[in-house]
């Protein structure tokens, strides 16, 4: 009789493991194997504490695995369901649930483009981060103009105007103002180069005064093999004592500027108006590229002390008022009666 139950006993155990084994290979073909054959992405999230009951429940219920109670076993058979990182991710109908589970294990989270071009300004930059999903433009803009958030990140200015850096970001959502700020401060960093330092010293500049120039610079340039060109403009009226008198910084000392420059503006004192001031302004009024800044510290050998736009993207420069009122009326005033 013993002899019997125990055949009886070690019969059901080799069932349940033959049983079980099936279910594994079961699992293991259904864990490599696309929900569907239609592809199909979707955007999908997992908050964070999400458990991963939840996230399999929703991964089944926005059609991206067949079973929810096999992903769940799935995910803890491979000893993961307690590592899958919070944030939005990008799912196809054609990724396998080991896919899927692998990619919320290593948190390969959706990334948002955010393009910031030369010359933008911080307002203008707050702009392109809330068209990019990221932040509001205030919020974002609260923190770039904090005195305490330029100082911690070692700029010596009021604000963070000039200093992020132009250039293609990729920013998970859920990041704070800061994050962001600090990365692109960062890239500055990088662009700035060890023989800028030097060469800033060589010519009595400080780095503040680097990119204030810089930026003035990106706003003037419109081609950009005359960047050089323009800053000699700037480094030779610098050195004579000459106002500055560029158009830019006044434009951006107005508030609320309509796009239409009038005299008005230009007799108006404000700490960026150049033709009111002399030096440079107290601040950069952009974010300069790389080339501005290489400009502003290595200027063109040149006369110049003017130019003018030839309203092609190109400018004359002239040596003397005389010239340069007759380069006015010829690009400037000749076009404007036409």
């Excluded at 058979?77 to 899927?100: H, Q």
């Excluded at 509001?136 to 200015?157: H, K, P, Q, V, Y």
Aim: aromatic share 8%; proline share 5%.
């Amino acid at each position: 009789m013993l002899k019997k139950l125990g055949i009886v006993v070690f019969s059901l155990i080799f069932l349940g493991i033959c049983a079980a084994g099936v279910l594994y290979m079961h699992l293991k073909t259904w864990a490599e194997r696309p929900v569907g054959t239609v592809v199909q992405e979707k955007l999908f999230t997992v908050a964070p504490g999400q458990g991963l009951k939840q996230t399999a429940d929703a991964l089944e219920q926005d059609g991206l695995v067949s079973n929810a109670l096999r992903f769940t076993i799935l995910a803890r058979l491979d000893k993961k369901d307690k590592l899958l990182k919070a944030g939005e991710y990008i799912f196809s109908t054609a990724m396998t649930p080991r896919e899927i589970l692998g990619q919320m294990v290593e948190g390969r989270v959706h990334l948002y483009r955010l393009t910031i071009p030369e010359g933008y300004n911080l307002v203008q930059i707050a702009a392109a981060v809330s068209a990019a999903g990221l932040e509001s433009e205030e919020t974002f803009l609260e923190a770039a103009r904090d005195r305490e958030t330029a100082r911690r990140l070692g700029i010596e200015a009021d604000t963070l105007e000039g200093y992020l850096f132009p250039d293609t970001y990729y920013f998970p959502r859920g990041l704070d103002s800061a994050t962001i700020i600090t990365t692109m401060v960062k890239q500055f960093r990088t662009a700035y180069k060890p023989a800028w330092e030097q060469q800033a010293k060589a010519v009595g500049m400080t780095v503040h005064e680097v990119v204030t120039l810089a930026s003035i610079i990106e706003k003037e340039t419109g081609a950009p093999e005359e960047r050089p060109l323009i800053s000699s403009v700037f480094h030779n009226r610098l050195k004579k004592g000459m106002r500055l008198e560029t158009d830019p910084t006044v434009i951006y000392g107005i508030p609320d500027f309509d796009g239409n420059i009038k005299r008005r503006h230009l007799e108006t004192h404000t700490p960026y108006n150049t033709y009111k001031i002399k030096g440079l302004p107290p601040g950069p009024i952009a974010s300069p590229g790389a080339l501005a800044m290489e400009a502003a510290l290595f200027p063109s050998q040149s006369d110049y002390l003017y130019f003018v736009s030839k309203k092609d993207g190109t400018h004359q420069f002239s040596t003397t008022i005389k010239a340069h009122n007759a380069a006015v009326r010829k690009y400037q005033l000749r076009n404007r009666k036409r």
